[in-house]
């Protein structure tokens, strides 16, 4: 990766930032990271009712990355539980991302 990375021609100010990036992410690993029993019930619960509004259209592995992406995004705030708050701007992200996905897959005629 290094080699790839000095192979490129980065303005040093972009090369700072990455660096600053890559920091920033080195020490949000280390951090501890919990889930109150408040947090993980509204979680099941928003789970439970994604599924019964239409149970072929999330399934755990959905849920999974809805909790990364949660994970992320509260410790990108500083914040080392999950919040109610960040649980729902996950979800909003995941509907994006699966509303891009199938305006990707409309344009490429890639309808299943």
Sequence with gaps: MEEYLSSIHVHP???SQLNKFRVFLSLARLLDYSISDEV???????????????PQSISA??????LVVARLLSLS???????RDSWLRA????TLRR?????HKSVNGNEP
């Design 77 to 83: 705030l500083g914040q080392t539980s999950l919040s």
């Design 91 to 94: 979800k909003h992200i995941e």
């Design 13 to 15: 100010q972009a090369s």
């Design 99 to 103: 509303s891009r996905m199938e305006q």
């Design 40 to 54: 993980t019930k509204a979680v099941e619960d928003d789970f439970v009712d994604m599924r019964k509004d239409d």
């Design 61 to 66: 592995d959905d849920l999974h990355r809805m």
